[in-house]
């Protein structure tokens, strides 16, 4: 009784949020400035509003101010907790029945692997949603039955591959996305693990991430030119009145963002960069078009996009982290994310308030 009351509460919350500010949220996560940039004593371009916590201003090469809103404006000094107390109730509404995808976009070296995978000192958004998704199926455990199954993934130049298979000793299988029976989307041949404990999961995710830079010359170069995809499916049942529930949620740490200019690189980097810039662009006409609520959403124009099309619009939820640095030697960069996300929002960004 207890848990229905809750339950129907989450939701009666939720469907008025969802009125009030639709199902795609924006948050912006400043890194600290790191050694390098603290002793070359360039400084932060990055400015926060004392009492705001959903904007901040970037000081342009031209001295000018420019300002952005998101949701919510994580500064360098806000911790993994922090993080985490904000995106707690998106992630776990999945053991409510909703498919959820989060995403966390940004040039190489801002901290999107720290705040999804993060560190065994500091824990990502990873764990901790793992960590809460098992706590709460316990809680539950009088009430609903849940059974849950993982996958983990990568795309590469886009093709598909599987990283809870040991790949090494045997040729990559080839995978694709298909159209189910009820029309919803899988990879078959994926891997889907089903899990009965925390640890285990985490073990299994940790050989994951290792299989990620097998073959490659170097772990952080392949890593940051790929898509990592860490899939959690969720069937649930109600013990009182049968209702199940299917849901899937996904864990989406892209590849780096930054631009390459054809001069700098030939070969296979350029393509690399290429597949990357399509498929992030892709991604952004996605979320774009579906919080303009579009009627055509171009699903098709990546492998990324298309295979998340199941947990992307409807009554889905998505959580964009978009990741920045707050070094000069970033504003570039800094300023295309930071607009980049700004579009997908469909919120507009300008000048900064005169101060008064
Ligand atoms: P990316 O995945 O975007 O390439 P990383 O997550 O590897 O970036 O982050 C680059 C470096 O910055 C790492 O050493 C990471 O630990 C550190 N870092 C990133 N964000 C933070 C943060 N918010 N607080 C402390 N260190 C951070």
Redesign the pocket.
């Known amino acids: 009784k207890k848990y229905l009351d809750e339950s129907s509460e989450r939701k009666r919350l939720y469907n008025e949020m969802i009125e009030l500010k639709g199902n795609i949220r924006v948050f912006c ?1 400043c ?2 400035l ?1 050694q390098t940039e603290i002793s070359s004593a360039s400084g932060s371009v990055v400015e926060f509003e004392s009492s705001l916590d959903n904007e901040l201003q970037v000081i342009c090469s031209d001295s000018s101010k420019k300002q952005f809103k998101f949701d919510h404006v994580f500064r ?1 000094e806000d911790n993994q907790e922090a993080v985490f107390a904000q995106t707690k109730p998106i992630v776990t509404s999945v053991l409510d029945g909703y498919n959820v995808c989060i995403f966390a976009y ?10 999804m995978e993060g ?1 065994p000192e500091n824990r990502g958004v990873n764990y901790r949603t793992l960590e809460e998704l098992f706590r709460i199926s316990k809680d539950r455990g009088g009430l609903m039955r849940y059974e849950l199954c993982v996958s983990m993934l990568e795309v590469y130049n886009e093709k598909i591959r599987d990283l809870l298979v040991d790949n090494t000793n045997q040729p990559t299988k080839k995978l694709e996305i298909k159209q189910c029976a009820d029309g919803t989307l899988d990879v078959p041949g994926l891997v889907q693990e089903r899990v009965y404990g925390f640890e285990e999961m985490w073990e299994l995710l940790k050989s994951g991430s290792q299989a990620r830079s097998v073959g490659s010359t170097s772990a952080n170069e392949q890593s ?1 030119r790929s898509h990592c995809l860490l899939r959690v499916t969720v069937k649930g049942e109600n013990l009182i009145n049968g209702q199940k529930t299917r849901s899937q949620l996904w864990l989406v ?1 892209l590849a ?1 963002s930054e631009r390459v200019g054809r001069i700098d690189v030939e070969g296979e980097r350029l393509k690399e960069s290429q597949f990357i810039n399509k498929s992030l662009s892709a991604l952004g006409d996605v979320i774009s078009s579906l919080a303009s609520k579009t009627a055509h959403i171009p699903y098709r124009n990546s492998k990324l996009t298309h295979m998340l099309q199941s947990s992307l619009g409807g009554d889905c939820k998505t959580l964009m982290f978009v ?1 920045i640095s707050p070094s000069a030697s970033d504003l570039g960069e800094t300023l295309c994310s930071l607009n980049f996300a700004s579009r997908v929002r469909g919120i507009e960004s300008g000048p900064a308030r005169k101060q008064a």
């Not at 940004?106 to 705040?115: A, I, L, V």
């Open positions: 996560r890194r600290p790191n360098p940004g040039q190489t070296g801002t901290g999107k692997t720290f705040t560190t940051s740490d780096g990741q």
